[in-house]
């Protein structure tokens, strides 16, 4: 069975009222990573940021909350012990609202940094998810460099090479933002265009887990 792993970046409240309704329909799973972007944060405020209680409701309808650092500062430009304050932040807002510690991250921005690869490794974590738009070669698996498509309504090439890989029995990774997102137009998917994406998964016959879901399926196969 082909799989996606369906995942969402930034903490952008339409994710929860446009995105999760459709998720549900299908009973397709989905990893929220997250940075303190939340609209009533003290920090780097996002006007369409979910509030931080929005962690919970998210949680409690069964999805996965992984990290995405304090700040979503470039991590190649900053230290092992830098990014691991990042890491850190995150896990104890976790701690504060009662959820359970992230054992996924995603780099701020997409790219590889080594640094914040050797910052999770340090702290726990089971696997890392990069921006490389490319489905995943499961001969040469490395667990904290793993490629993800980036959606956008922009560049619909995204989504016609996520179904050509997907079609070859292939897994990938996506990586979506605000359903829609407004301040951020380059990674913007419409509430339509989303639809239409799940309803082709479930075509497809897609498995769709949570991120560390699907990474311990792959330990048990490896
Ligand atoms: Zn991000």
Known sequence: MPTAVITFDDVVRSQLDNAVPILQKHSFKATFFVCDWFCDSPIHPLKQGMFRKDLQTLHQLGFELGNHTRDHADPAKLSVEENMAQVSYVEEMFREEGLPAP?????????????????????????????HPLPLDMEALDLYNLPSYLLCDDRPEGFQSVVAALKEGKSVILTYHGIPDVEHPWCNVSPEHFAQQMQLLADLGCDCPAFSDFVNQLAIHN
């Not at 780099?107 to 974590?125: D, Q």
């Open 103 to 131: 054992s996924v991250y995603a780099y701020p921005g997409g790219p590889f940094a080594a640094t914040a690869a050797e910052a999770v490794k340090r702290l726990g974590y089971r696997a890392a998810r990069t921006g």
